[in-house]
């Protein structure tokens, strides 16, 4: 029978319950695991058992009765030839009562206490048995199952699945890591471990047949990986060359870097050269930039944006707040406009006969860089030769957003090149699984001269003392953050929050200039209050999290974060990378109000001991685990089941560097894994 046969009589309450656990196949069952196991292969006698031993009895039925003090309880007395037990159940119904008739045979399991009846079981389970009837020959499984599937239902179809499946090898010999046991014979010891089998290794999940099953699963998914890479290849794209010859001292590419007020450091160099290999091909690149904040991605953005125009296409530059977008706008503009290169700007704010205007040039081409928020890739957008978008934050950016852009190109035919900017650090075994069909390229080292901003972690009963740090600051002519939190039921108590503290250090900071940005002022006046920070007209500003990504002042040195606990690790991370722009030593305090929950204290220490990027990714990976890390993406299906990315690190470089080589050499292998392992879960990948 093959592995997707499925039972055809009509269905009944437990069989909705397996289709809604998602245990249609016969496959499906057979991969799903057992939590634990019982041990129901040895009888103990009863007076072997000791204070909490886990065991099982077998006697007979000596006495039953119903006390009614302390409490309303059943009472049972089993004997065996060794001595006796009390079996006590505090909820029972009158089934129960019945199955302890007295005379009755029982075998009885469950945690041994010795209490105030002497030897006893609280609401063992119990089997009525013929005497001398015979043990169970393997371990039992117990399943993770729901009300409406009864454990032992649940066992029946896994074991009859486990019979019919055939779980014929699929791997070529060599790709299994040695000293792992065929499929079957992992997945019949999993389900129906022999009696002598060690439970730890089972539980703790470090048997071979646990290892077997992990590298399978990381298999199946490396291979899905390999396919949707291999699929994009497909795709066509406008090749970007770099201009050569006569031309090449003339490109815009060439000017903007000579123009540039500082040299590349080495790993912008780097990953410029790698973006400019993938922009030369035809297949659409699909790069990720990560670069820890402050990196210097957004020149290494424009750069690659040059390479475009250079070609005679255009270029889309998107994140995801208007003030992001309007600093890369005023960088760009900055940057290009002295080369003789228009700057085009598109927000959602943007409305009416202007934003027809800029539509229009995008349209006719006219319009080579455009930057925007999500804006860009409205409906109403339509570019005429799109050969480059940028999204700057991707983490931010829905996968739907992204999709998008393929349709925005008015020559259905190609895609453009697409480069994703990202400061949130996506750990190395994550990229490896999740991001398997993303190229990733590293800035990994700041531009000189930064000093590592210093973080004070303070109870918020200091802030006048933060305050008089913040006066200090201001006396040297510097410039001052203060971020309040985001509390989420209510705008509006936000906004109060922010709006208090603001006037709290207007009064505090007398003859300062002390600024307020929030997510509910017009675009204009938030440009508007940003413009006066960045020339320094405003000392400080006050600011909720509007101002969390991308914002560039580097005469800023200080930055208070209010209610720090409230803010996720990547977030604060972030915010902080608002300061040490410069060359000034900066300082970072988060302001906390007790108590402290036990994440909100990890996350605080993290930030305490590390400014490393890729640290606070692992420690927030850590604190949060993969799936919410991943936000948005992984919140449908867990895709991994068995494995950890944190534990099996060695499975999953083996199984990375199988899977090309299994769809170049065994495809129908190759095919049948994933079939066996994703069923119907592909499309969600390839997302
Ligand atoms: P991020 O990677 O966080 O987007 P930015 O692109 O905003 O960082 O760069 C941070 C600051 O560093 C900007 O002021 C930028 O002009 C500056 N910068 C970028 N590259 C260099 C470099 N090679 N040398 C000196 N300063 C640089
Ligand atoms: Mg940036």
Redesign the pocket.
């Known amino acids: 029978m093959s592995e997707t046969s499925r039972e055809t009589v009509a269905k009944s309450a437990p069989q909705r319950a397996l289709e809604k656990l998602g245990l249609t196949r016969d496959i499906d069952r057979v991969l799903h695991l057992p939590l634990r196991y019982e041990d129901e292969t040895r009888l103990d006698p009863i007076q072997a058992l000791r204070d909490g031993d886990l065991g099982q009895v077998e006697g007979v039925v000596t006495e039953r009765r119903i006390d009614t003090h302390p409490r309303r309880q059943l009472l049972a007395w089993l004997r065996d030839d060794s001595g006796e037990l009390v079996l006590r159940f505090l909820n029972f119904h009158a089934g129960q009562q019945k199955a302890l008739e007295p005379g009755v045979r029982l075998r009885a399991r469950g945690e041994l206490r010795v209490g105030f009846f002497g030897r006893e079981m609280v609401h063992p389970s119990l089997k009525g048995v013929a005497e001398g009837a015979p043990l169970a020959q393997t371990l039992t499984p117990v399943y993770p199952t729901s009300a409406a599937l009864p454990q032992a239902y649940l066992r029946k179809v896994i074991a009859s699945a486990l019979r019919r499946t055939p779980l014929d090898e699929l791997l070529p010999p060599g790709c299994v890591p040695a000293g792992l046991p065929p499929l079957r014979e992992a997945l019949r010891l999993l389900h129906e471990p022999p009696p002598d089998e060690a439970l730890e290794p089972l539980q703790d999940r470090s048997h071979a047949a646990w290892q077997r099953l992990k590298f399978e699963e990381l298999l199946a998914q490396q291979l899905a990986q390999a396919d949707a890479h291999r699929e994009r290849q497909l795709l066509r794209a406008p090749p970007l060359p770099t201009p050569d010859g006569d031309n090449a001292p003339h490109s815009l590419h060439t000017r903007l870097q000579a123009a540039l007020p500082?040299?590349?450091?080495e790993a912008?160099q780097r990953v410029c050269t790698e973006i400019d290999a993938d922009l030369t091909r035809h297949s659409p690149m699909h790069r990720l930039l990560q670069?820890?904040?402050?990196?210097?991605?957004?020149?290494v953005a424009a750069l690659a944006a040059a390479r475009a125009m250079d070609a005679g296409w255009q270029c889309a530059l998107m994140a995801p707040t208007e003030i992001l977008a309007e600093q890369h706008f005023r960088?760009l503009v900055q940057w290009l406009e002295p080369l003789g290169i228009q700057v085009a700007w598109l927000t959602g704010s943007r409305k009416g006969k202007g934003r027809r205007l800029m539509l229009e040039q995008v349209a006719n081409g006219q319009a080579l860089l455009v930057v925007g928020t999500h804006a860009v890739i409205q409906d109403d957008v339509v570019f005429a030769r799109l050969g480059l978008a940028i999204v700057?934050e991707q983490h931010r950016f829905g996968v739907a957003q992204r999709l998008a852009l393929r349709a925005k190109l008015a020559d259905q035919q190609l895609e453009p090149h697409l480069l994703m900017?990202s400061?949130t650090p996506i750990p190395r075994t994550l990229a490896m699984t999740y991001f398997a069909d993303l190229d990733v390229s590293t800035?990994d080292a700041l531009?000189?001269?930064r000093t590592p901003v210093v973080t004070k972690v303070f109870a918020d009963s200091r802030r006048d003392a933060v305050i008089g740090r913040i006066r200090d600051e201001v006396t040297k002519g510097r410039q001052v953050y203060w971020v309040c939190p985001l509390i989420e039921e209510s705008e509006t108590l936000d906004l109060q929050n922010a709006t208090q503290t603001h006037q709290q250090l207007s009064a505090a900071l007398d003859g300062t200039a002390v600024g307020l940005l929030h997510g509910r002022m017009p675009a204009a006046d938030k440009a508007a209050v940003m413009a006066q920070f960045s020339s320094g007209a405003l000392a400080v500003l006050v600011a909720t999290t509007v101002i969390e990504v991308?914002v560039?002042v580097?005469n800023a040195s200080l930055m208070v974060i209010e209610h720090a606990e409230r803010f996720g690790l990547s977030q604060l991370h972030q915010l902080r990378?608002r300061v040490g722009?410069g060359a000034v030593a900066s300082v970072c305090v988060l302001l906390y109000t007790a108590p402290l929950s036990d994440a909100g204290k990890a996350r605080l220490r993290a930030m305490a001991e590390t400014t490393d990027g890729f640290e606070i990714a692992r420690r927030d990976l850590d604190i949060r685990g993969p799936g919410e890390f991943m936000g948005a993406r992984q919140s449908g299906d867990a895709l991994l089941r068995f494995a950890d990315l944190q534990q099996d690190t060695a499975l999953l470089e083996i199984a990375r560097r199988w899977a090309p080589r299994l769809w170049q050499d065994h495809p129908a292998a190759a095919h049948a894994q994933v079939e066996r392992w994703l069923g119907g879960r592909q499309a969600f990948l390839k997302a």
Request: glycine fraction near 22%.
């Open positions: 500082f040299a590349l450091t912008q670069g820890d904040v402050g990196s210097g991605k957004t020149v960088k700057d900017m400061a800035i531009p000189p001269g991308g560039d580097p990378g722009r």
